[in-house]
Each structure stands twice: as structure tokens, then as C-alpha cells.
């Protein structure tokens, strides 16, 4: 394999930010044919590593050749008329613009400056159904599609730019299985006809799907290039971290069994119309209630409404007996907070420092003119950065350079510092790495042997099952089923999800 | 230490206020001297400072909505208003110098204004108005309020309690100058000892996230309004005390352009998020250096507003991080380059 030519070789590659070696001396070979994983912790580097390579970032130092040719791509349009094309995580096409204008957008088939609706509406289907097997109407808004469709389209965008280079950011983030498998489908198509695809994901078992290269980063350095057949998973979760994992197996799991017939919140009939359908849910004190289901089934929806990020339009919501929240605001007054799913739109402000963002939700609970003394606000900052071990260990840092698995940390001591009694957490480990996801399970554990109950959804079936007392299985914006411990397995729960119909 | 200077926010405000000056002071070298007349300085300097406190105050209020992703374009005519209520407040008293009544003057021009400002408020807020139209409409009716109080003439006052607003000295400087600090100090303790500073910048930067942590947006938003709409109404005072006199049409013309350029130089930005009310103060008087250095080298008055136009330019040029750097990029290319040729010549 070794006398194969790579089409990119990165070599020695640094790159320092303020304060931080983000890469230090990194080296990446893609192979033309080859889906090739990048691995590694949250802040490893492996983002910046791609930013680089698109040219969002210059390089202090290194060589990055394509084709055995330096190049030296200064912006993201220079790396994709190389060949080099990227879809990220969070899909950055126009929704309000049809699927064809998405694809061709800046590179309009054209007459005499005027566009060419009619063929350029035909190359954009052609090209869907050829390539990614896509029947849909092109003509439509993007936006009428759901994110699976809308990432194929950006990798559609990305291939019409000839790319012989396709990297792909955490593609499989926000899609449900059926979904992953579609796009794992095209990724083979694709790798077959040729092109180097570089796959960059959290999820082990997917790397192991399609992968045939992996390397591994670990805090900005170079650990490893290897092939996929020779590195057992346990290896990989080692190197990536740098120590052997026994983090999940130590895992305490002693399921408490709700015996009280007083409940801390209590849900009746509780709905939001074409939200979701009246449910009832209660929540004991101490306990982890497990909300499982596919993306859409009306998880995130439950979440929303026992916050009161949303107003419900029938039923009734309690807590402790006779207590009801119609706004965020008086959530916070009754100790209940909110951890939502969406990091970057619903979490962090992004221009704010790490302390700012530690302390906003206990200064608003204060109200305005019982502010924080900045001693203290030191202090908290100092303490939640050393317990949930936030990387860099700067409270003045701005939240946006951080990685997203310490924004995650950070919002969660966002909350914590306000000490609820409900803590509502919407996919608290998406997006991020192994470590820190075992160290987010064990705080849940931990919180709620101290008395905490904890909504906890999620769409990674194992994680559910490890941290709740009881799971509440969504589908098709109802709830399901309930099940508590021994009924709790895998099996009974995509049982549950895929439902009579379901084979 | 060089590089931590350069890095500060103010830095490259201050080197264009300085580089203002200094042009100033070769153009004309007396143009820093001050004399003391009647007990009270007198110089082009003081003159910056005196002519400059509408806008300043202005100004501060602007910043803050800006901060909060907001910008109120009302303000000139808010200014206009306050003016023109004020002004016929006292024309209308029997004794138009009366102490009580000049203070009656004054109490309902900024309570008008404050009014206005929760107009302005309730539009973004409770209607969910877009900030640029709702203030618009007070932009627009507000010349219209402000000529129908004085009658679509310019009323003119006689008070001399009601002038020391906007041409008093105290301790041998313009009392305008003691408005704007006593009104800069406010809005600094009530934005930086109090959270609400923080709540501003919070959801200036993320509404929905903001909401979520607890906070409440529409508050927030609401009183920064009222603040402004407060800021325009006291700089209005100044105005119209300056000139004794009140004119609807033509008091606080522009002005929320002016503000606006100075809360940009001064280096809040417009998508909101962090702001620097040092940084606006700079703003304003780098603008209200420019116009009298404009009037001071006597540029024809055509051309003023073309010259002022390339200035704020390149203000706004030498501000933005990205020409900086690209602008040096090419400069060092541009030598490396020349160095590679150099052997074939």
C-alpha cells in the first residue's frame, strides 16, 4: 500500500493561535480511492487541521503539496478551484434558495450574462440523480428538505466543483440511521470513482464502517497514521487519548428505583399542537429520566416545554405540587435549567468570555442591580473551569475559540452554578469527544446521587441507557413507551423507536 | 508591551484623534492655545469640546442600542423635539427667565423624550418591529411633531438661566462639557456596576441564547431605548440652549449619522455584542474635530462635505483589521518581490 502515491501529503504543519499550539508538527497523506478518518479528542486540532487545509487558516509553518505540487491556498475559494472541497458540520448553504441554485450558486451555466434557469435546473437533477442516487425536485427551497437531503446537497455543491479532495466535517451529527447509511452509500460510490474523501466523525463504529485510513490527533501532535483493519477500536480510543479507557466500565450503574409518590414535576396532558401530542411525564426527585428517540420524534420538543422555551397550548406542568412556568425566566426562578441542543445558536455567546458565559444565567436569576462582584465572579470562574476540567484553563478566553466539547463545559457550569433541582440536558455530548463524554455521564451520575433529577436526551441509544433510572421512548412526536430497569436494553428500546410498524 | 498597546481597543481612535490634531497644530499653531476671558477659556480646543457635547451625548445613548443589535435613527428628531418643547415651555412664561419654570422647561422636554424613547422601545420590542424601520417612523413624524410645537416657526427664547445649559461656564469651562460627564459616569455605573452591561452585550450578541439563560431580552432592550431616547432629549436641551432658540426643521439635523460613524470608530460594531463608551467619546470628537478643522482651513463649502467624506474613509480604513493586514501583506510582497527581481536588472 505504501508505494501508492498520496494526492495530498501534509507535512510539519504548525499552527499557533494566542496562546495555544493548535498544530504542532502534523502530518496528513489522503489517497485517491481511500476514506481516510481523522481522529482525535475535542481540541485536538483536527478542526483546525481542516480549516487549514480549506485555507481559512494559513499555515505558520510546513508544506502541504496536492498532486506532488505545493500549494498554498490562501481562502476557501483558492482550496476549492484546487480541488479541495469541504461540507461542514452545520450545513452552510442558502435555504432560501432552490436546491439547484444551491449547487451552481456563483457558477451559473450562462448566456450573454443572463442565467440559464432551464439547464442549469437540469445539470443540478442530472447530477443528484447520477452521483448521489437523489431523486427531488431541484426546483423547490432548499429549506423544504430535511438536513440529510440538504448535507447531500452541499456534498453535491462540492463535487460539481470537480473536487478531487472531499472533506467532510462530522456529516453524520445531525442525521438519523437510515440517513447515515444513505450517505455512508454515496461516500462508497464516490470513493470508487476515484476521489480521496477525508471523514472527520465522533461516532467509533462509523469509522469502522467506512473508513480504510485513520489518523489520530491528540492536542495539536501527531499520534499516528494507520490502517483501519490493523487498529483494534480499544487502540484507537487509547491513542486518542493517550491513556486506556476504563472510563465507561467504571461507571457506577445502580439504577434507583422511584419509589416516592412525590414527584418534582408532573406533566398532564401536557402538548403543544403540531409540536407534540399531550403527554404525561413525571419526574421524581434524584431521578434520570432517559428520553430516547429518533431525531424529529419530539425529544428535544418534551425538553423545550418542561424549560418553558416554548408555551404549551393544552395540559398542565407542575413542580413541586403547585408551581407552573410559562417562560425561561421563571424556570430559572424554580431552579430548573436548560441545556439546549444547539451549542452555537441556543448556548454560547459567542463574544463573551468564559467567565461572562459561566455566570449569565445566575446574574439573571440576581436581576440586574444585584451584580456579581467581579472577586466572585473570578472565583466561580476558577472553580467550575478546574472541577469540569475546561480546556484552556482561562476565564478570560472568549467562549468561541474555545473546542465544542469545553463550550459544552462551560454551559453546563453555566447551569450548575445556579443549582437547580431539574436539570434538562438536550444532547449534551453531540459533537463530542470519548473523554469528555464519559466525564458529562459520570456528572449526570454523580448530580443525581446528590439529589438532582435530570432529563436527559440524547440519540446515542448506549449513553441513555448507562446515565437514566427510567427511558421514555418518543416516536412520531408521542410518547411510546416507558420502561425502567431491566427492560432497558438496546433491543427493546429500537423496539420501542421503530414501533409496530417496524421489522 | 508595544503590541498590548496596539492591541487595545482605543488604540487606533486615538491615533486618529491624535493625527486630527496634529495637522491641526502645523495648519495652524495657535490652534492649541487658550485664553482666559471673563473668567471663562476660550480656544479652538474648548470650542471642539463645546460644539461636540450634543453629539457625544448622543452618542452614548446610540452605543448602547447598537450594542444590543439594535440602532435608532430617531434621534435627530428626538433632539429637535426636546428642543422645541423646551423652548416653548419658556416662551410661553410670563417671566421666561423664572428659575422654577426653565426647570419645568427642562423636566418636560426629557420626560417628551423619554416617552419618546419607549415608543421607539415598544415598537421593537412589543411589536417586533425591525430596530432601523421602527425608529424610523419617529424619524420620519418626528420633524412633523417637532414643527407642529413651534408652530412651523423658529421660537426664540430670552432666559439666561435656560442659556447656561449650552453656553453657562463653570469653572472656567462650558458647562455642556460637565452634561456630557455627568451623563458618561451614569451610563458607565449603571452598565458596569450593574449587570446590566453584561445583559446588553449578552443579548446584543445571542437573543435566543440570552432568553434562555433567564435573561429578559425585551427589558433589556426596552430600557436601552428609553436611554437613548433620554441621551437625544438632554443633548436637544443643549441645542437649543446654545442658540436660545428652537428650530423644528433644522435642530439635530443628521445627527444619528454622526452618532452612528462615532459608536463605529469607536469600535462597537453594528452586529452588537461589546461596547466601548470611551470608544464612542473618541468617536464623536474625532468627527467634531474634523468639521471645524473643515471650517478652520477654510475649505470651500461645496467640497466640505466630500473632504469629510474621505476622511471618514480612511478613519474607517485604518479601523478595519482586515485592510490592516492585507494592506501590509501586499506592502511585504510587494518587497520580496522587488527583492527577486532586483538580480535581474
Known sequence: MSEQQSILTMTGIYKGFPGVKALDNVSLRLFSGEIHALMGENGAGKSTLIKVMTGVYTIDEGIIELDGQPIAVQSPLESQEVGISTVYQEVN??????????????????????????EMNEKAKKLLSERLHLEIDVTLPLHDYSVAIQQLVSIARALNISAKVLILDEPTSSLDQNEVKQLFNIMMKLKEEGLAILFVTHFLDQVYEVSDRITILRNGQFVGEYMTTDLPQLELVSKMIGKTLQAFEEMPKSHKQNKQDQWFAEAKGLGRSGVIEPFNLNIGYGEVVGLAGLLGSGRTEVARLFFGADRADQGTLQFEG???????????????????????????????TIR????????????????????????????????????????????????????????????????????????PTRGIDIGAKAEIQKLVLSLSEEGMSVL???????????????????????????????????????????GGGGK | MMKRIMKHHLFYPLVVLGVLLLFNFIYSPDFFS?????????????????????????????????????????VGSIVAISGAMACLTI????????????????????????????????????????????????????????????DGQIITVVSSNYQFLGSGSLFSLPFSIFVVLIVLLAATLLTRKTALGLFIESVGNNPEASRLSGIKSSMVIFVVYIFCGLCAGIAGLLLSSNVASADGNNAGLWYELDAILAVVIGGTSLNGGRFFLMGTIIGALIIQTLTTTIYMTGVSPEITLVVKACVVLAVCLIQSEFFRKSFVKRKKTRTSVDKEVMPYL
Not at chain 1, 412556568?325 to 451549542?343: D, G, K, V, W, Y
Open chain 1, 93 to 118: 448553504l442558502c435555504p432560501n434558495l432552490t436546491v439547484a441554485e444551491n449547487i451552481f450558486i456563483g457558477r451559473e451555466p450562462r448566456k450573454f450574462g443572463r442565467i440559464l434557469w432551464k
Open chain 1, 322 to 352: 403547585n408551581k407552573s412556568i410559562h417562560s425561561p425566566r421563571q424556570a430559572l426562578e424554580n431552579s430548573i435549567a436548560f441545556c439546549s441542543e444547539n451549542r452555537k445558536t441556543e448556548g454560547i455567546i459567542e463574544d463573551l
Open chain 1, 356 to 427: 461572562e458565559n459561566i455566570i449569565l444565567a445566575l446574574q439573571a436569576n440576581r436581576g440586574w442591580f444585584r451584580r456579581i462582584p467581579r472577586k466572585r465572579q473570578n472565583a466561580i470562574a476558577d472553580e467550575y473551569i478546574k472541577i469540569l476540567n475546561i480546556n484552556p484553563p482561562i476565564p478570560e478566553q472568549l467562549i468561541k475559540n474555545l473546542s465544542g466539547g469545553n463550550q459544552q463545559k462551560v454551559l453546563l457550569g453555566r447551569w450548575l452554578l445556579t443549582q437547580p433541582k431539574l436539570l434538562i440536558l438536550d444532547e
Open chain 1, 456 to 498: 436527559f436526551v440524547s440519540s446515542e441509544l448506549d449513553e441513555v441507557i448507562r446515565v437514566s433510572d427510567r427511558i421514555v421512548v418518543l416516536r412520531d412526536r408521542h410518547i411510546v413507551q416507558e420502561m425502567t430497569n431491566t427492560e432497558m436494553n438496546q433491543q427493546s428500546i429500537m423496539k420501542a423507536i421503530a
Open chain 2, 34 to 74: 487658550l485664553e482666559m476671558r471673563n473668567g471663562q477659556l476660550y480656544g479652538s480646543l474648548i470650542d471642539i469640546l463645546n460644539f461636540g457635547a450634543p453629539l457625544m451625548l448622543v452618542s452614548i445613548g446610540m452605543t448602547l442600542v447598537i450594542a444590543t443589535k439594535g440602532i435608532d435613527l430617531s
Open chain 2, 91 to 150: 416662551s410661553q412664561g410670563t417671566d421666561q427667565n423664572a428659575f422654577s419654570l426653565v426647570i419645568t422647561a427642562i423636566g418636560t422636554a426629557l420626560l417628551l423624550s423619554i416617552v419618546l424613547g419607549m415608543w421607539n422601545g415598544f415598537l421593537v420590542t412589543g411589536a417586533g418591529i425591525q430596530p432601523i424601520i421602527a425608529t424610523l417612523i419617529l424619524m420620519v413624524a418626528g420633524r412633523g411633531i417637532a414643527q407642529l410645537i413651534t
